[in-house]
């Protein structure tokens, strides 16, 4: 194994999506958007867009009339509202929202506007800036943010770490940082932070556990410390599979089953020993150090760690999925919002 190879380089974008974008766009995903939004045809690029949006499941593909009659079918047709396409029933002339059923239903903004915020939460863009530029409302653009945020931080929780044969790491931030080089950042604090390492996944597959009550240090204090273990060793149970080998660094109290750190070195050379106690936790560092940004000094400590907690599962989220991760979150969006029922009685 190479001293860097179950590490990230770079999330650095490479491509700028078509103009008119405030951010960089990773090139999957700019091409996937692209898709959507590119009208080669004669029809306007609001039907176009439907029809895409059914063909990816986001938008039911039928709908069943609200009147239930004998001669009610719902079809779309053209209409002067903001999606430019509604349900109509040609029986008893009811319609409907095209977007009914859907993420998009109630949202104040066109289906086209939430595709393009949609895109700026997956490139970690800032949400004032995006809503500024497509002229949408901060409050949609939060709800837009805070549904995604929800979906993903319940996915990213059904990740387990290790297996058999497994080695799992296990540090702390920033201990393991201000041991290196003191904290000279104007953060009035930072979070002490779980970190959890597998290392047989390339690139690297964390956990980021904001612990409870980072007030307490880790001292000579046995209550304290005490405290701290039970909570690592709770987090241990929930993430890293049975059978797996749990390895502790020097700034992680030794918990019940696990091995330290130094009982590993012994295994390994000299390059290894210095990849597992330093290289392997770059990417997770860096995120820990960014989930900060998350913290107000106006919120509550449990509420700030919340907010660092939160930053942090979804920060996982887009490291695993990358330039994958716009079709991954509409593939989300439209299973967990998408009511296909009239699809499944034809």
Known sequence: MEADST???SNAKTEVS??????????????????????DSDQRLEWKLVERLQAFGLLPKQFKCISNKPDCKVVCKTARVIDRVQWVCEGCGKRQPIRTGSFFFRLQCSILQALQIILAWCEDADLVVAAEHFGIKPRVATLIYDRLDELVVKEQNKRKLGGENSVVLAEMYPDC????SPDTT?????HRILMLADTNHIPTSYWLHVIKDDSKKISGDDSDNQVLKLEIE???RNVVTPNSLVVT???VPLIEGASSIQQLFQHCDVDMQHFLSTRIWRQAVSLCCASRSACSNTLAAAACGAAAQRYL???????RFNDGLYRRILELVAADYTDNSCDNDS
């Open 7 to 9: 590490t990230y380089e």
């Open 18 to 39: 078509k103009p008119g974008l405030p951010f960089n766009t990773c090139p999957g995903n700019g091409q996937l958007y692209n898709d959507f939004i590119n009208n």
């Open 177 to 180: 940082v201000n041991r290196l």
């Open 186 to 190: 104007d953060q009035p604090h930072a």
């Open 234 to 236: 709770e987090v241990v």
């Open 249 to 251: 660094g020097n700034n």
């Open 313 to 319: 599962t979804t920060a996982l989220y887009r490291l």
